[in-house]
């Protein structure tokens, strides 16, 4: 069995101190240290979430406005907050932190899976990030050499090998990082639906345990090791911070960050009290880089005497130079974009309109229409909105923009369903779909699918068997669908899920047309 023993020792950059960990992911906690003066200093933790490889800025050329993209984000780090990366911002108490799902997305940094993004953090000056859902998408071998060549710690208490009971060798539970004179353990934790929301090819022999638990387990051994004060950083909800205050009160954390859900938010939870030593700050940065949370905390003898809580956004203007532009990262992202545009420039076709993702818009149905069209012998498609990770700009539409829209490794499946199971599967409401149209009725928080037809309006009854192309990664069970308890032997068509979009946009543009997708109405509620 792998030892987790980690020597507390400083990490090559930072001025982190790895965790010390026992034998066994949940070992016995030693008892909490008592409250004790833990050192007085002011506190910045700047922290994101969700980055999904946005090393470029989100165009919004309507608004003539520029969001987010890593350029742009340190500019505002640099000017706004007043930190720099290395010892000198440690030593003022600045903290850069990343609570996962770092690197898929745009097909810049999907393309060189995830390495461009580790770059650009690297240079950041990150001290620790949370493992997200997302971060096992390449595999977890890619997984660990991303982690390898992070110089911040990634960190998964609440993840462990079945077969050892341990953490992965490329996970820790904690880090230690002094700052402002203040040694502050940060423990981070994955999503505990990892396992249906990411590809389960690459979570074979791991288990995710409950968050509550393991922060009772790991905690005390982080105060253990020498942490002063504690952070939680969180791959979740932020809806999830009042199940878990009182465990987070329990252990005297002093901020806990969330994300996943890309909603931001951030707020101050003051227990009912007046005093302020019992608050904690919670937040959830939002995604894409697009903005990030600052918590301020101003400690005395080790009492939390104020602090502050606040999401703020990353936005410019198109055109206009950023005042304090980083020459190194700036040639991170000219690296990548160069590697982008040499594989993926080819332009396809002209989109007349923005097109939307999401479970009615119309990108989603430009992907199944695209499947259906494709396999002729089947009569329905289905995608799960989840797998479109963004929208379609108008203007020209090139292979790399494809592959940022649909940036998984998934092929297609063929599976023979009853008009009583399709009916199931519809009832998710994630479901997109071409081939037929249906009504549906929401109730006591569940969908039911009321009516069923073809396109060309012939019913389709409860006992009929249907021909329906899903993606392989909602065939494993991911985002709940259950495809394979209803057909044990699929049709494996080996063909990519982005091959026949590719083909048909080519087609439309050497066909001197343009896109003109919209969204018709295939879903109606009772």
Sequence with gaps: MRSLLLVAAVLAVGGCRTATAGQGVHPSAPPEPPPRARGSGALHLLITTDEHGWLQPLVDEERKETQGGVLALFDRLSRVEGYAPGPDALARGYLLLSTGDMWTGPYESTLLEGAPMVAAMNRMGYSAAAVGNHDFDFGVQKLGKNGAAARYPLLAANLVEVATGELPA???????VEAGGVAIGV????????????DPRHLTGLSFLPYA???????PRARAAGAQEIVVLIHDELALADQLLPVLRKHRVRAASFGHHHQAGARIDDAGT???????AVCNAGAYLRSYCVIELTLEAGALTKRSAAVKQVRGTVGAPLPSADAALAAIVADA????????GEVLVESKRPLRRGPRGELGQLVVDSWLAALPWTQVAITNAGGIRQDLAAGPVRVRDVASVLPFN??????ELT???LKQALANEESVVAGVRYRFKDADGMRRVTSLAFIDGKPIADGDTVRVVIN???????????????DEEPEETAIDWREPVLRRLRALGQQGKVLEQTVDERARPE
């Design 170 to 176: 490329w996970a820790r539970p904690f880090t230690i």
């Design 187 to 198: 423990v981070g934790l994955t999503n505990v639906d990892t396992p249906v929301t990411s």
């Design 213 to 219: 638990e393991t922060l009772d387990a790991w905690i």
């Design 274 to 280: 007046a005093a302020l030593d019992d608050d904690v």
């Design 337 to 344: 974009e160069k590697h982008a545009e040499r594989i993926g």
């Design 410 to 415: 998934n092929f297609l499946l063929v599976v």
């Design 419 to 421: 008009g009583a199971e």
């Design 472 to 486: 392989d990664f909602m065939y494993r069970g991911g985002d709940r669908y259950t495809f394979a308890s209803w």
